[in-house]
């Protein structure tokens, strides 16, 4: 099945702020445990950055990396979409170790 080929894991954010010159880029350094990745999201419009530093979030490791504004994104965070266009990022419901695999 093609979702058991996807590597996602937890991380926690580490820093997050707006890319300078985008209108909805947010580049976070996010912590896998046993290494640091880099995300690009477009995610301004409903998140601050400062509220996303902190948090653990399901992220997919083995996608294509893809620059955004000349930042290098190395992995992606997964998030909803409502009909609406609200957007929630997925968060683990109780707290578990960076880098926990998501099955």
């Known amino acids: 099945m093609e979702f058991q080929k996807l ?7 580490l820093e997050a702020n707006q890319i300078p010159g985008s ?8 912590d896998f445990g046993t290494e640091k990745r880099q995300a690009v999201a477009g995610l301004l ?13 399901a992220f997919v490791l083995n996608l294509q990396r ?10 992606m965070i997964l998030a909803a979409e409502d009909d609406k266009g609200n957007v929630v990022c997925l968060q683990p ?6 880098g926990s695999r998501i099955h």
């Open 7 to 13: 590597d996602m894991c937890v991380g926690k954010v």
């Open 66 to 75: 893809r620059r955004f504004m000349s930042v290098e994104s190395q992995c």
């Open 93 to 98: 419901e109780k707290d578990i170790a960076e």
């Open 23 to 30: 209108r909805n880029l947010i580049r976070m350094i996010v």
């Open 45 to 57: 419009q409903w998140y601050k950055p400062e509220d996303l530093v902190g948090n653990k979030y």
